[in-house]
């Protein structure tokens, strides 16, 4: 990526998005100070450990602006552009979004109990034979590792393939309208996170959310061994096509 400091923020609705900035590019973001590179934005987030209280780490890595809390003004850093918000996570979803659409490549989503990543790398793999393609890193899968997947583009990609993982309802409909894909996959449905979702038939229902962003002219690809998905695959008005072992008779 490639953008400066003003630019991003009027993409995440920053309280100071008007302030003067200055003339400064940013190239890549990062969330852990450790791995941080000069030219990132840092965005301090909230888990076990408040990410503010890393900014000299990620100074001192080659920061060269940061999201910052609204709720932390009391320590803002003096020493680089300060983005100021109401929730850096949401920030760092909007600033990915943006983006997404500033590059406007086609989108690909995959999920699945299993086989996602290595469904994901095959994709991408056979695409980049004819297009510049852009893929989830590792398994940055989540609300975090979806947009830094979508800020890690470079502005000539043609294709984004994007992993999903989810263990609670909601997760995969929020991930797909985020990026609101031209092409949804699920590989299977499994018994992973199982003791969230209770039964199989519960989880289906958590993985058809990807196809909620769908566009509609989108393709919904899925494992058309899977009576639960064959069912669910109904209510879904996209193209579909359908991948399996099981051999039908006309």
Same mark, same amino acid.
Request: aromatic fraction near 6%; proline fraction near 4%.
């Given at each position: *990526?490639? *953008? ?8 995440? /609705? ?5 302030? =003067? ?14 791995? #941080? /590179? ?7 987030? *909230? ?15 080659? =920061?060269?602006?940061? #999201? ?6 009391? %320590? ?54 004819? $297009? ?18 979508? #800020? ?22 929020? #991930?797909?309208?985020?990026? /609101?894909?031209?092409? =949804?996959?699920?590989? *299977? ?6 003791? $969230? ?7 289906? %229902? ?10 509609? %002219? ?11 998905? /064959? ?20």
């Amino acid at each position: *990526m490639k *953008m400066q400091v003003a630019e991003i923020a009027k993409a995440v /609705q920053a309280v100071n998005a008007e302030q =003067a900035w200055p003339d400064v590019n940013v190239t890549g973001v990062a969330f852990d100070s450790r791995k #941080l /590179q000069a030219g990132d934005l840092f965005i301090p987030l *909230m888990g076990a450990n408040d990410g503010h209280q890393y900014i000299q780490s990620a100074i001192e890595h080659g =920061a060269v602006a940061t #999201l910052w809390a609204s709720d932390h003004a009391d %320590d803002v850093p003096e020493d680089l552009p300060v983005i100021m918000v109401a929730d850096t996570l949401t920030a760092l979803q909007q600033l990915g979004q943006y983006y997404l659409q500033k590059i406007n490549p086609k989108v690909v989503a995959v999920t699945g109990s299993n086989g996602k990543t290595t469904t994901k790398d095959m994709i991408a793999s056979v695409l980049s034979t004819q $297009f510049n393609v852009t893929k989830t890193h590792a398994n940055f899968n989540n609300q975090i590792g979806v947009p830094v997947t979508l #800020l890690s583009m470079e502005p000539n990609t043609e294709v984004v393939v994007v992993e999903m993982g989810m263990d609670h309802f909601g997760e995969l409909d929020f #991930l797909s309208r985020l990026v /609101q894909p031209d092409v =949804a996959v699920i590989t *299977m449905i499994g018994e992973a996170h199982i003791e $969230f979702f209770g039964t199989r038939d519960r989880i289906a %229902d958590a993985k058809m959310e990807i196809v909620h962003g769908l566009k509609e %002219d989108g393709t919904f690809i899925f494992n058309g061994d899977e009576p639960l998905l /064959q069912e669910r695959a109904k209510e879904v008005s996209q193209h579909q096509r359908t991948l399996g072992w099981m051999i039908r008779t006309p």
